[in-house]
Nanobody, 121 residues
Framework: QVQLVESGGGLVQPGGSLRLSCAAS????????MDWYRQAPGKQRDLVANITSGGSTTYADSVKGRFSISRDNPKNTVYLQMNSLKPEDTAVYYC???????????????WGQGIQVTVSS
């Protein structure tokens, strides 16, 4: 069984910074891409940033230059450094991993439970 657990969310003032972490654990053989998504109230879940196993990254236009995604492969952990936060960044942030389970040998999508980020003065 595989679990993704996010941490690091909370309340921050506009212009502030937060760092989200997501640790994957369980019967993991290998993790391919890892991503961060976010979902604001009444809106769809959107991709924020993506990082491949080789370290290539992509970002949503709305966060380019402000957010940075990175990963620690030995620790099966992905990070999202969020700087210059704006009220419109307020959302529940979800970690996602495309990985292969070493017991079932299935390749599947896994999601964290989500973590709240609120940007407000």
């Amino acid at each position: 069984q595989v679990q993704l657990v996010e941490s690091g969310g909370g309340l921050v003032q506009p212009g502030g910074s937060l760092r989200l972490s997501c640790a994957a654990s369980g019967s993991i053989f290998t993790i391919y891409a890892m991503d961060w998504y976010r979902q604001a109230p009444g809106k769809q879940r959107d991709l924020v940033a993506n990082i491949t196993s080789g370290g290539s990254t992509t970002y949503a236009d709305s966060v380019k230059g402000r957010f940075s995604i990175s990963r620690d492969n030995p620790k099966n952990t992905v990070y999202l450094q969020m700087n210059s936060l704006k009220p419109e960044d307020t959302a529940v942030y979800y970690c996602h991993a495309d990985l292969r389970d070493r017991r079932s040998w299935r390749r599947d999508d896994y999601w964290g439970q989500g973590i709240q980020v609120t940007v407000s003065s």
